[in-house]
């Protein structure tokens, strides 16, 4: 493996401040390892300043050959930048590589890009591409490849482009494209990225699902269409709600596979099997899929005793059953702290989830990230939530709680909306067919929707509670918030940002933005025999790494 | 005869039509419009570029003049673009501009896109006609013969007690709908933590090779709800024969009574039936929906359901077309195979 | 507090004799049905004292022999029941408990029998059920759950929870497991039928799930009815155009598939289109002209008594369609608060008008059929001679006369409106997830199935019981009718 290793000297000194904080205990491992290698520390360097050696890979001795059939939605793909879920993402990997990859133990390490370094405070970020890599049609990659994804990415005149969210840092806000000079080729291999403000998030974000790098021939649609990429597979067959399969590429030389290992398999297969988890079950039991995409609730159990085994990545993911500030009667913040204070976190978590993972504290920071500043635990009264709502006038009002209708969700929202009307509220429940959820999910008045993993904490709070961004579906404006997030975003020293962050979780909690019940850990079940192919915390599927054992 | 058989497939195509229509009007209401732009450019669009994009697909024109359009009556929509690019109902990657066709319908042989998987709707719907008709072929392979057993069995002696069990049982079977039958199935015989795990309770593999162990449940969930039916439609007919005058004389000259049965009561009781296995079709239409959806086949039933579902405003219409036929043509073979078969009916 | 178990000390005389008496009643009749195939029937011999002998032969020992196994069967299944109810509360285990919430509907149950036998000859149609042992069966399973449910569903009696209060640790908890914190043996300590995935009482959910289906159905059926007798009438009196473009509508309707036209008019986005409403509007109109009609045509002669009578019957009718069709937040908004008497929700309205929707051209082609033969009858032609207006023939000379087979028809049909309700349920349109009916209990409990079977089972077996009774009945119903 010939991985590229820096001088000691050339380590961001963030960084090391960072392993000294680990070391400290102020840091927990996996957020080091998430904040040093964004700074581009590699991997081995990073538990290197830890005084421990990376973990030991276990492809040496994986067996090439074999087909895994893997439960997944099948959704038509669209332009990558355009991608509104990870299964998406996860089928176009096949061809359509990254530029950066996050792991599973909270690391980010190079893919397309070979190393890259960021300035002292963040606000300079040199791009090394590797070397070597070829689009499967022969043409050679280069670092006019990395800007013009990248410039593309900040175009935020596309529409439904959420990869602009991401790169605020490079865009010139009265424009909504990259800000001139933003972005500038220095040669062949090296791409520098000039941000307007310091964002440790820049490079995580090239790590997330709609980040695809295409060919400068693809021309928007369907990319499987014409499927020019540098990676291993190819697909076949795209038939949407169906089947789509990946089939390992043999007229095409991937770099992968000197610097990393794999691809392994000869062939991946989804089959969709719709959003019932009772169909995946009977799909195992059949013996028709060798993985689960995800098992939640009920059936992780119940998968584990049919023989599969589990693998589970610890998250931040989670349900924000979120109340929409612009609709009435949730403009008044006495209603929306009512209804929390009427809901027991950790009966939600139960039931909703059969316990599988921890409660949270509606504000929509974990514990597992280094910005989580511990408050003082909620109070549950429902009998003061019915004096709160009769007193602001809606004790006869009937509230509605909507959600979409997959498993875990919907029994989630059973149960708040059990709780909240054991209070004495008057509420009911609207489920809703996914097809139709996601039309308005934005403005339903109360609704729930499934948050998944960002690995840095302050960025989701900037992704859906910042004034005015395209997925803030709280309709939550408030300047101090604003403020304050943006202060936290440029403070590296962690005990330092999480003052800030206590009082952003203070806001977030007394402006009563959302009920949110739990941080839920993600499973996947896999047949016996099939290795690498854990649960990934922001679900990616890394398909060089999966092998089957003959 | 052909006087009858003229009207009847006027009245047919005057149907289909007025259905299509029925069936173009609510998938193109104004929510179900938005919820396509939406499934299309994703879900966090702003109203107004719902509307921009509605209006360059041609959605925005009157209801009728784009029913005329899918029927291929009317000039396929066009529009162009500000930089001159030229977009429309039958221009796409293989036909630019230049070379399309005016128009391009149904009459035109052009059943559309569906918009939820991305392909030509002849194609999906001769995808889930195919699958779907495997499943009916066993279905029927089953539930007939042993619809007419117990028909047979239970009218041969009206009011005796094999009568009365055999009857109760086919009740039981149309008391029971699908989704019960379906979803007790699998814990008996495909769930290992309670159940048996001799079959299985997902068919989807039986998609590319059906088995004996991922068909069976899902053929037999359709068979059973059908089959009740059926045998009492048998019963009925079987009883009236029985009770006819050439079976008594058969009885008086000493003929034994299996004999009777097989020989001279069995083939005039099987008329009747034949009419009402035909009229069974679209009945059998709502239980392969439900069936298909239960154990993931995907074949016509799942079609309708998706495209139901996700407002795929020409699949939808395409599938429309094809159960209404369906439903249209056992109609009109139970009419005729009744007249045929009955001489005492002629048409005027 | 100790879990129950099926049957507890009473278990241990009945469980034996139950598995006996079964063993008994399987044997014989596989082997009636078996020898029914290859045996003669049996034939009547006199003798010379004038008594008759049945020589069955082999064939009839059988018969003979399911009928008394079936019998004893049924006596050790009641003596269960009775158990239950005599017997203090957890002693006879879980069936026991059951049968003790029960116990009003039993009593309900058996006064309806007795008065039923009693006075059998004088009530017409309805008496002559209790000559026929399978309208008797399907009469009881009916009459089982209308009185359950308006037993809940009015008293708020037989239920021991409430069906949407979840408990803290019973979450797909086995049958007969105790409350937490309950101290005594008594109704309540107890989910006699297990809790569910949210931890609610299945036996609760599933007995205010009754009182839902018996409102739901019913009152659509009859809703269909109205429309179906409305139009089908004249259609078959008349006959010429009207029927002819009545018909082509109806077959129009006919041909659709139901799943398809759920799907398209059961969503959101169709309710916030307000179709559903309009639909509403049109359909719950015929039930007023219906009445309008029925009231004139017989009382249109005496100015004195159909007036008023007009007035009261129409105004109050009136006042519940507009009550029915003003909803707030639709198109039909025009009623105040203070005189709109009650309020449906958009998702349940829609769910009924569907119901009614499918089922009126089925209704209407019946009703044709019956008008078209009728009309041809002997006091058909007299009540025309004698100048009776063609509504009044229609409405008091007809339909009375086609009441039979629209009663058989009524009672099939409810059957089939509660397996709609249940479909619309699978496929989780229509009602609210959380409502304890049995289509969305079944729909729910589906998921884990595999793993934890009685949430589904329980609504599954209460529907299919339903189902089965209203089947029966109507079998009877034809039986009984035929004989006349």
């Not at chain 1, 494209?177 to 520098?192: C, H, N, P, S």
């Not at chain 2, 139901?308 to 020409?314: H, P, V």
Request: glycine share 8%; with cysteine.
């Amino acid at each position: 493996m010939t991985q590229h290793f820096r001088n000691a000297e050339k380590v961001h000194p963030a960084a090391t401040l960072y392993a000294t904080e680990e070391k400290a205990g102020k840091l927990d491992r996996r957020e080091f390892l998430t904040r040093a290698t964004a700074l581009g520390v590699t991997a081995p360097a990073a538990y290197g300043l830890l005084g421990l050696s990376s973990p030991a890979k276990a492809e040496a001795h994986a067996t090439s050959g074999g087909t895994l059939r893997m439960q997944m939605e099948t959704k038509a793909l669209k332009d990558p930048r355009l991608f509104d879920w990870s299964e998406m993402g996860n089928f176009a990997r096949g061809w359509l590589e990254y530029l950066v990859e996050y792991n599973g133990d909270g690391s980010l390490r190079g893919m397309l890009l070979e190393s890259w370094e960021a300035n002292e405070d963040a606000t300079e970020f040199t791009l090394n591409v590797r070397p070597g890599v070829t689009w499967n049609n022969g043409d050679a990659f280069t670092a006019e490849d990395v800007a013009r994804n990248i410039t593309g990415w900040c175009d935020s005149s596309v529409e439904g482009n959420s990869m602009a969210a991401r790169m605020s840092s490079l865009i010139d806000a009265d424009t909504g494209m990259a800000r001139e000079g933003a972005i500038t080729v220095v040669d062949d291999l090296t791409v520098k990225l000039t941000l307007n403000a310091p964002d440790i998030t820049v490079i995580v974000g090239m790590a997330d699902y709609p980040a695809s790098i295409v060919h400068s021939s693809y021309a928007g649609g369907d990319p499987s269409v014409n499927p020019i990429g540098t990676g291993p597979y190819l697909p076949t067959q795209n038939d949407v709600g169906v089947k789509q399969i990946l089939v390992k590429n043999t007229d095409h030389t991937w770099w992968g596979t000197e610097v990393y290992g794999g691809p392994y398999l000869d062939s991946i297969e989804y089959i969709d099997y719709g959003t019932d988890p009772s169909a995946f079950l009977a799909a195992a039991e059949s013996g028709e899929i060798d993985a689960t995409y995800q098992t939640t609730g009920d059936f992780v159990d119940i998968f584990d005793a049919i023989g599969f085994n589990k693998t589970e990545a610890i998250t931040s993911a989670t349900l924000a059953i979120r109340f929409n500030q612009l609709q009435e009667p949730f403009d008044n913040v006495e209603v929306r702290r009512a209804m929390q204070l009427a809901v027991d976190n950790s009966v939600i978590l139960e039931l909703g989830y059969n316990g599988l993972g921890t409660t949270a504290e509606n504000h929509h920071v974990c514990p597992i990230h280094p910005e989580y500043a511990e408050l003082a635990p909620l109070v549950v009264d429902p009998d003061g939530a019915a004096a709160a709502i009769a007193e602001a006038g809606h004790a006869d009002t009937e509230f509605e709680l909507i959600s979409i209708d997959d498993a875990w969700q919907a029994a989630s929202c059973d149960a708040v909306a059990a709780q909240i009307r054991d209070a004495g509220i008057n509420i009911k429940r609207t489920v809703l067919p996914g097809s139709t959820f996601w039309n308005d999910w934005t403005k339903y008045p109360f609704s729930a929707t499934e948050w998944n993993m960002r690995p840095l904490g302050v960025q989701v709070l900037a992704l859906a509670y910042k004034s005015g961004v395209a997925w803030n579906e709280t309709a939550f404006a408030n300047a101090e918030f604003d403020a304050l997030l943006a202060r936290a975003m440029s403070i590296e020293n962690a005990e330092a940002r999480s003052e800030v962050m206590a009082e952003i979780e203070t806001i977030m909690q007394n402006e009563g933005v959302l009920i949110q019940p739990y941080w839920r850990s993600l499973y996947r079940h896999t047949a016996a025999g099939v290795m690498g192919a854990d649960m990934h915390p922001t679900f990616e599927h890394h398909h060089y790494k999966w092998w089957i054992e003959a | 005869m052909l006087r009858f058989l003229a009207s009847r497939i006027l009245t047919m195509i005057l149907t289909a039509l007025c259905l299509t229509f029925i069936v173009f009007f609510l998938t193109n209401l104004g929510p179900n419009l938005e919820k396509v732009a939406k499934s299309e450019l994703g879900a966090r669009i702003t109203d107004a570029e719902v509307e921009s994009w509605l209006t360059r697909n041609g959605y925005m024109q009157p209801v009728v003049l784009r029913y005329g359009e899918w029927l291929g009556v009317v000039p396929g929509f066009t529009h162009e673009a500000d930089d001159g690019a030229v977009t429309g109902r039958c221009i796409d990657a293989e036909t630019p501009a230049e070379v399309a066709p005016t128009f391009c319908g149904v009459l035109q042989g052009d059943w559309g896109y569906s918009t939820v998987f991305r392909r030509d709707v002849s194609e999906i719907v001769a995808r889930g006609l195919g699958l779907t008709g495997k499943l009916m072929f066993w279905v029927m392979l089953v539930m007939v013969p042993g619809a007419l057993l117990i028909g047979v069995l239970a009218g041969m002696r009206e009011g005796s007690r094999t009568d009365r069990t055999l009857s109760t049982l086919s009740i039981v079977t149309t008391a029971t709908p699908e989704y019960v039958s379906g979803v007790v199935f699998i814990t008996v015989f495909a769930s290992s933590a309670v159940g048996l795990k001799w079959l299985n309770g997902s068919a989807t593999s039986a998609m590319d090779d059906i088995t004996f162990a991922n068909f069976t449940l899902p053929v037999l969930t359709i068979a059973l709800y059908g089959m009740g039916y059926i045998a009492r439609m048998t019963r009925a007919s079987m009883t009236e024969v029985m009770t006819a005058q050439y079976i008594r004389t058969a009885r008086l000259k000493g003929v034994s009574f299996p004999n009777i049965v097989m020989k001279h009561a069995l083939r005039n009781a099987l008329i009747a039936p034949f009419t009402v296995i035909m009229l069974q079709f679209p009945w059998l239409l709502n239980g392969v929906v439900i069936v298909e959806t239960l154990f993931n086949y995907k074949g016509f039933g799942w079609t309708l359901v998706e495209a139901a579902g996700n407002n795929d405003i020409e699949l939808l219409l395409g599938v429309s077309v094809v159960s209404v036929l369906v439903v249209l043509i056992t109609q009109l073979i139970s009419d005729i195979g009744y007249v045929y078969l009955n001489p005492r009916i002629r048409i005027s | 507090m100790d879990p129950l178990s099926w049957t507890g000390a009473a278990g241990a005389i009945l469980n034996p004799l139950l598995a006996a008496t079964t063993l008994a009643f399987v044997v014989s009749i596989v082997s009636m049905t078996v020898l029914s195939f290859f045996t003669p029937a049996h034939t009547l011999q006199s003798n010379p004292d004038g008594s008759l002998v049945q020589q069955g032969g082999i064939y009839g020992l059988s018969e003979i022999a399911s009928k008394y196994t079936l019998f004893a069967l049924l006596a050790v299944l009641v003596a269960y029941i009775v158990a239950g109810v005599v017997m203090p509360y957890g002693n006879a285990g879980i069936l026991g408990a059951i049968s003790k919430q029960f116990t009003p509907v039993w009593i309900a149950l058996v006064i309806t029998f007795a008065l039923s036998i009693t006075f059998k000859r004088r009530l017409g149609i309805y008496g002559k059920l209790f000559d026929n042992i399978v309208g008797m069966v399907g009469f009881g399973l009916v009459m089982f759950w209308v009185f359950t449910a308006v037993f809940v569903g009015v008293f708020d009696m037989i239920a021991t929870h409430d069906p949407l209060s979840q408990l803290s640790g019973l979450k797909n908890k086995v049958p007969g497991v105790p409350v937490p914190g309950a101290e005594d043996m008594a109704p309540g300590s107890h989910y006699l039928l297990g809790g569910d995935n949210l931890a609610r009482d299945v036996f609760s959910r599933m007995i205010h799930g009754s009182w839902i289906v018996i409102q739901i159905a019913p009152l659509a059926t009859m809703f269909a009815f109205m429309v179906g007798i409305t139009l089908g009438l004249p259609a078959g009196y008349f006959g010429g155009r009207f029927d002819t473009a009545l018909s082509f509508l109806a077959n129009l309707i006919l041909a659709f598939p139901v799943i398809l036209l759920f799907y398209l008019l059961v969503t959101p986005e169709m309710v916030e289109t307000g179709i559903p409403t309009y639909m509403a509007a049109v359909l719950f109109i015929f039930p007023l002209v219906f009445f309008a009609v029925l009231l004139n045509s017989r009382y249109h002669t005496q100015p004195s008594i159909r007036t008023p009578l007009l007035v009261v019957v129409l105004g109050a009718v009136g006042w519940i369609y507009l009550s029915l069709i003003s909803q707030p937040g639709t198109v039909f908004n025009f009623m105040p608060g203070a005189l709109d008497l009650f309020d449906i929700p958009g998702g349940i309205l829609v769910v009924f008008v569907s119901v009614v929707f499918v089922n009126s051209p089925t209704i209407y082609r019946i009703v044709r059929g019956l008008a078209m033969d009728i009309k041809t009858r002997d006091y058909v032609a007299a009540a025309q001679t004698r100048g009776e207006g063609s509504w009044y023939i229609m409405l008091w000379e007809i339909l009375p006369n086609a009441r039979g087979p629209l009663i058989v028809d009524f009672c099939l049909r409810i059957g089939y409106a509660t397996i709609l309700l249940g479909t619309l349920g699978f496929f989780g349109l229509g009602l609210p997830p959380e409502s304890p009916d049995w289509g969305s209990t079944i729909n729910a409990g589906r998921g884990l199935l595999s793993i934890y079977p009685h949430p589904a089972l329980v609504p599954a077996i209460a529907l299919l019981s339903m189902v089965l009774g209203l089947n029966l009945l109507a079998d009877g119903l034809r039986e009984e009718s035929l004989k006349d």
